[in-house]
């Protein structure tokens, strides 16, 4: 092995020169310095291959936030992020310029610390003008038509009227009337302007909606146009056909106010009684306070009063079809052995009489059998399904799911939701009370919120916009005492389709929100 050697040259320096081969650094040394550069150069890349990505990707999430909160439709928009350049493309949304966008997204409230710093360098726009929509005009004498049909729990808006405004007024007045379901098929005239006498008329009939609701009217259709008001109404008792008349005689409009008007000629008790094995809910409606005093003391002896639910409505009408006390006092015998532990339901419509219960013994199911066949004696049309609870167990999560189930045409009737917003409308805020108040008679299930759109845009938009959508509805039945545990809020984007997207009908479909129960809370 060669020494090191020390070399003491004029320059007042002195260089140590270590030992080794050819005068080289040894091997080791030489080994532990180069693992130290590769290490560093596999930090370097990794760091890179994860920040780059990552700081786009938030990027790409605050300028669709920064253009939604302008009021700007994202969905049409293809957003590429290249360091902190953006190329946008694809198709200019409805009303707004080129300009505008590019205003809005130079504006530095979504830059990043250290080295986004400064946000969006360079910005591209490729996008193309929308395929121009073609409207045909409509005639002076169709500016303005609405016909209303009414049923017992839906009212059904058609027609075209002048304003944003007008229509507003109609379905405020179809949710103070207290109907179940409202469909708003309305639109507005190309202009978006009201004639002369418009609002009056519209007015009017805003009025007479608010009076035909389901404590008021059995059923009901009236019709507008520029001339006329004519309407045919069923009420249920003279009160109620006293307001109508009286509304449609001192409408001041110039046009003429015509129409029938006739009281429900027979009253039916129409009531569902159901039990999840120690509470029994009553809902519906009875002729009269003796029928629902008969039904709540049923209850009471069966499962006792603090366990009942009583949601029955007295509709007091005079005119009813013949005995129909008989059958509510054979309903009110059947309940009154819904023991604790015996669940399923019986309901009552006009004379059709259904069972459907799981018991718990043997002589308990054949005593109902035996008043059933007496039932059928006295004109009454009964089917019943009974069964001992350990054959066949009826599942509180089907029970829920079948009252969630129920509400289906009113959640997608009233549940929607403005382009590229999650704001929940009045009529949505009134039916997920009622899904509150579903889940509130079974606290220790879980219930799935399903979010769904339809194709419209790309697929990673249309999912984030359905899971806002979903925790804004889970966000409320939060509001209304529903325990988060028993919430959980998927937005499946348009994954889902329950109908084809290629028609503008299938995609308002698809434009929907579930309710799934899925199990009990652990």
């Not at 002369?196 to 909606?209: F, P, Q, R, S, W």
């Not at 009252?403 to 704001?423: K, M, Q, R, Y």
């Not at 916009?465 to 509001?479: E, T």
């Amino acid at each position: 092995m060669s020494e090191s050697t020390l070399d003491t040259g004029a320059s007042g320096w002195v260089s140590y020169i270590p030992s080794g081969e050819a005068g080289k650094m040894p091997w080791p040394e030489r080994k532990s310095i180069l693992a130290v550069a590769v290490a560093l150069c596999v930090i370097v890349a990794v760091t890179l291959a994860w920040a780059v990505p990552h700081f786009e990707n938030t990027l790409d999430r605050l300028s669709k936030e920064r253009l939604e909160q302008a009021g700007i439709d994202t969905s049409s928009l293809n957003f590429r992020w290249n360091y902190r350049d953006l190329t946008l493309t694809g198709v200019l949304p409805p009303n707004v310029t080129v300009e505008r966008l590019a205003t809005v997204l130079r504006q530095k409230e979504y830059a990043l610390p250290g080295l986004f710093a400064n946000g969006m360098r360079k910005l591209r726009l490729q996008l193309h003008q929308p395929d121009p929509v073609v409207v045909e005009l409509a005639k002076s004498d169709q500016q303005l038509r609405v016909t209303v049909r009414i049923g017992p729990s839906e009212m059904i808006l058609d027609g075209v009227v002048q304003t944003d405004q007008q229509r507003n007024r109609l379905v405020e007045a179809a949710l103070r009337s207290g109907i179940e379901r409202i469909n708003d098929n309305l639109e507005i005239a190309v202009a978006n302007s009201a004639k002369v006498g418009g609002d009056t008329k519209i007015e009017t009939l805003a009025d007479m909606l608010i009076l035909s609701g389901p404590g008021n009217v059995a059923s009901a259709q009236l019709s507008l146009d520029e001339n006329n008001l004519h309407y045919r109404i069923i009420a249920h008792d003279n009160e109620a056909a006293a307001a109508i008349e009286t509304t449609a005689a001192i409408a001041v409009v110039d046009f003429r106010v015509t129409g029938e008007l006739n009281l429900i000629k027979n009253g039916v008790v129409d009531v569902i009684a159901r039990s999840d094995g120690s509470r029994l809910l009553l809902q519906g409606s009875v002729l009269s306070e003796e029928q629902q005093r008969r039904l709540a003391f049923a209850v009471g002896e069966a499962v006792g009063s603090e366990n009942l639910i009583d949601r029955l409505e007295v509709t007091d009408l005079s005119a009813r079809i013949s005995g129909a006390d008989e059958r509510v006092d054979s309903m009110a015998t059947i309940l009154t052995q819904f023991a604790p532990g015996v669940k399923g339901e019986v309901s009552l419509n006009g004379t059709n009489l259904n069972v459907n219960a799981a018991v718990g013994t043997e002589e308990v199911r054949s005593y109902l059998q035996e008043i059933a066949a007496v039932a059928r004696k006295d004109g009454l049309n009964v089917e019943e399904n009974l069964t001992l609870l350990h054959e066949k167990p009826l599942s509180d999560s089907v029970l829920l799911q079948s009252e969630l189930d129920s509400l289906a045409d009113a959640i997608h009737a009233n549940i929607v939701f403005g382009s590229g917003n999650t704001n929940l409308t009045r009529a949505a805020k009134i039916t997920l009370d009622k899904v509150a108040e579903k889940m509130k008679m079974y606290p220790s299930l879980q219930v799935e919120v399903e979010g769904h759109t339809d194709n419209v845009g790309r697929a990673l938009v249309n999912e984030r916009v359905s899971q806002r959508r979903a925790s804004a509805v889970r966000d409320y039945l939060i509001s209304q005492l529903i325990d988060s545990e028993r919430l959980v809020a998927v937005g499946y984007g348009d994954r889902q389709p329950v109908e084809s997207n290629d028609t503008a009908a299938g995609r308002q479909r698809n434009r929907r929100v579930h309710f799934n129960v899925v199990g009990r809370l652990k």
